[in-house]
Structures are given as structure tokens and as C-alpha cells.
């Protein structure tokens, strides 16, 4: 039960920290004030109110009495009560409005009904509230006359009421604006600190960012700097450094072709000439292994642009593409999308006849769908092709002349963008790629 209670009051309550801690500071502010209202309104208002109610009622029934027994006072007495009161009072002949004059929900004609009715009894008095906006109409009768009267509402009900309710809820509204202005200064720098994250988590390089807010979160935004520049140190050591062996390899085996294409064994020199190629070829897939990280900066990117250019450049009859009606634009970086699903392609391409690309656009992501006609992968493979250096020994190998990080570099683009990709099987029984990408 109480799992479930829990459960529900985190399902309701606000996800982000700004709402969460406007409540902590809004809501002890607004039950104070509604149990002080409640509380001013059941002991104080009702009971005052009840209280000038019954006084005025006491002295409705005073002049009714008087002048049932002295009618040749009445003058004079109704002139006391005006001038000393500020009472109107006349007396005539005329019935009862047909038409009531109440109010059915408020509480100074429901206290004026009751006080009324206990006095004068039922079908004796008529009254209404409305009709003025300063005075209360109240109409008694007394034998085979009505009396009229004319009565301040502060003597029926009291008007400190919405001075009250204007003085407890103006402070109110005012220290809720207030907490909104502090509350929305301190929460800001966690929202910079986490889109920094978010981008950095991305492969977005992340040099304008400066940490601001209270003392922790500053730590923590340094903190947070301090790690994305070692990072960002240590992969461009690893790009410079592989660099480097790449250029200090590449000589000697320059010299190696030479020296193969002097010599008079020709047979020899082809076979050591593949070898020496495909060790070019094997170096030149470790250093773009390597650099899936190197530096590009962050772009909008039209994907359904990206993907005809793809065709374009592959100049195949054997891809078609299916895209949505609908432009979609996201960001990231535009040389390292079309690294990883030119590699897509070109397995597909390699190993079946015909590329189908389907370009689908849901909830604030994207769904990129690649289907070939090959031999496919075994299902129990799917998780392995995507380690590095992983090559497939039956049914279909994604590189054959290479070393297996073909889809080890689609993946780490992929998940630096934010997105997943999936493998299964295609409608035409071969490989089918799921890529899906936020905008």
C-alpha cells in the first residue's frame, strides 16, 4: 500500500529540481495561510458576523414591537433611529415581492435568513443584499402592515473581510515572486552545468563554458571543466601520437614499394606488394578508429539532405530511400554522421544487391532504418560486431579486407550523438540496421 501511495506521489510531483524546490518554499507559505484563513474565518468572521446579525434583527423586532404598542410615537422614534443609526424606515400596505431577493451561497444572507427566521418567523420578513451597494432592503410584517427598512451592510455583516484576505494573500504572492527570482537564479547554472554535459557527452567540444551559482555548484562546474579538458588532452594525445606512427610507418613502407617494384622476381613482388597494401590499409583503419573523437564542431545537419548526398556519391541504382514528408534537422557533427552510415551503405552494397533506407521521424527523435538483401548476421553475433577488431568467420564478414572496425566506429558516433543502433533481420532476410537519433 504504501509502495504504491509513494509511487503515485512521485509520478505527480514535478521531474525538474526548479518546480520541486518551489514547492518546498510555496507550499508551507500556502497551507499557513489557508489554516489562518480557515481559522479566521470559523472563529472570528462567522461568529462577529453572527453577532451583528442577531443585534440588528433584536433591534428590527424593538421597532416592531414599539410600534405595534404606541403607533402615535413612530415619528419620532423612526427619526431617532435615522439620525442616530442611519436607519430608513417606512411603513405601508404593499405585499411581499414575489421574487426573492436571497442569495443562496452567501454567507451574509444565509446568517440574515436564519437570524430572521428565528424571530419573525416564516413568510414574515423579505430581504435582499444585492439591490444596494451600501445599505441591505429588509421588509417585516407586523399585523396588516409591512415595515421597510433600510440598513447599512456594516450592520449586517462586517467589511474587515476582504482587507483580511487581501493582506494575507498580497504577502503571500509576494514571497512566492520572490522565491521564483531566487529559485530560477540558483537552478540556472545546474541547467548550464547539465546541457555542458549533455553536449560533452556528445563528442561537442565544450570551451565556452563558465562555472556560476553557489559554492558547490561551482566546485562542481570546475570539477566538471577540469575532467572535459583532461579528456579532451588525452584524446588529442592519442590522435597526435598515432599521427605520428602513422607517418614514421607509412616511410618505410614507401621504401618497402620501391624496393618490390625494382626487383626482377615479379611474382614475388606482386604478392609482397598486396601485403604491403593491405598493411596500409589496416594502419589507415586504426587511425580513423582512433579519431572518431578528433575535434568537429557541432552543426544543424538536414538528415534527409545527408542521405541523398550518401546516393549521390555512391551513384548505385541499387539504393533506394523512403523518407518522411517532413523536414528533419538535428545537431551534431555532419562529417561524422556521414562517416557512420556511408559505412552502412557500403557493407550493404558489398554483400547484397539492393539498399533500402527508410527515414522515419517520431517523439523528438528520428529512426533511420538501412535493409539489405545479403547473407545477414547470426543473431547470437549481433553484440560482437561492434567490438573493435571483432571480424565474422561464417555467413557474412563486414570487412574483409579490413580489421573489423566497421561498425565498431558507427557505434561510437552514434552513442557520442545521443542515439542507438540496433542490428536484425531485414524483410529481404539480410541485415537490417536500426539507427535512432534525437533532434
Known amino acids: 500500500m504504501f509502495f504504491g501511495l509513494n509511487k503515485f506521489i512521485k509520478y505527480i510531483l514535478p521531474k525538474r529540481l526548479f518546480y520541486r524546490a518551489l514547492i518546498i518554499v510555496a507550499a508551507p507559505t500556502i497551507i499557513l495561510q489557508v489554516i489562518i484563513t480557515i481559522v479566521f474565518y470559523d472563529s472570528v468572521w462567522i461568529k462577529a458576523n453572527k453577532n451583528i446579525t442577531r443585534s440588528l434583527v433584536n433591534q428590527l423586532k424593538t421597532i416592531d414591537e414599539v410600534y405595534q404598542n404606541d403607533k402615535k410615537n413612530l415619528d419620532f422614534f423612526t427619526d431617532s433611529y435615522k439620525n442616530n443609526f442611519n436607519f430608513e424606515i417606512g411603513i405601508n400596505q404593499e405585499a411581499f415581492p414575489n421574487v426573492s431577493g436571497e442569495r443562496k451561497f452567501s454567507p451574509m444572507d444565509r446568517s440574515l435568513r436564519r437570524e430572521l427566521k428565528s424571530v419573525f418567523g416564516n413568510n414574515n420578513y423579505w430581504f435582499n443584499t444585492s439591490k444596494f451597494k451600501n445599505a441591505v432592503e429588509i421588509k417585516i410584517r407586523s399585523g396588516g402592515d409591512v415595515i421597510e427598512f433600510l440598513v447599512p451592510k456594516e450592520m449586517v455583516a462586517t467589511s474587515s473581510v476582504r482587507l483580511f484576505v487581501l493582506w494575507t494573500t498580497l504577502p503571500s504572492l509576494v514571497l512566492i515572486i520572490i522565491a521564483l527570482i531566487f529559485l530560477k537564479n540558483q537552478t540556472k547554472p545546474l541547467v548550464k552545468l547539465a546541457k555542458a554535459a549533455e553536449r560533452f557527452g556528445k563528442g561537442d567540444y565544450v570551451n565556452d563554458f563558465r562555472a556560476s551559482g553557489s559554492q558547490e555548484i561551482r566546485k562542481a562546474a570546475f570539477e566538471f571543466d577540469r575532467m572535459a579538458k583532461r579528456i579532451n588532452r588525452h584524446l588529442n594525445q592519442r590522435a597526435e601520437m598515432l599521427s605520428g606512427i602513422s607517418h614514421d610507418l607509412r616511410t618505410p613502407l614507401t621504401r618497402l614499394k620501391l624496393q618490390l617494384a625494382m626487383l626482377n622476381q615479379k611474382d614475388l613482388s606482386e604478392k609482397m606488394s598486396k601485403d604491403i597494401d593491405e598493411m596500409e590499409k589496416m594502419l589507415n583503419d586504426y587511425l580513423q578508429f582512433a579519431k572518431t573523437q578528433t575535434q568537429e564542431s557541432t552543426s544543424s545537419i538536414n538528415l534527409n539532405n545527408l542521405i541523398k548526398s550518401l546516393k549521390d556519391k555512391f551513384d548505385s541504382d541499387k539504393i533506394f530511400i523512403n523518407e518522411c514528408d517532413e523536414i528533419i534537422e538535428l545537431k551534431g557533427r555532419p562529417t561524422a554522421l556521414k562517416r557512420s552510415f556511408e559505412n552502412i551503405i557500403q557493407n550493404g552494397l558489398t554483400y547484397g544487391d539492393k539498399v533500402d533506407i527508410f527515414i522515419q521521424k517520431g517523439n523528438k527523435r ?55 543502433i540496433q542490428l536484425g533481420k531485414s524483410k529481404q532476410n539480410g541485415l537490417q540496421v536500426k539507427v535512432s537519433l534525437p533532434f
Open 366 to 420: 528520428t529512426l533511420v532504418i538501412i535493409e539489405d538483401d545479403g547473407p545477414g548476421i547470426p543473431e547470437d553475433q549481433y553484440k560482437n560486431v561492434f567490438k573493435p577488431f571483432f571480424r565474422l568467420d561464417k555467413s557474412r564478414s563486414l570487412n574483409k579486407s579490413g580489421v573489423g572496425l566497421g561498425l565498431a566506429i558507427v557505434e561510437d558516433i552514434i552513442n557520442s550523438h545521443g542515439g542507438t
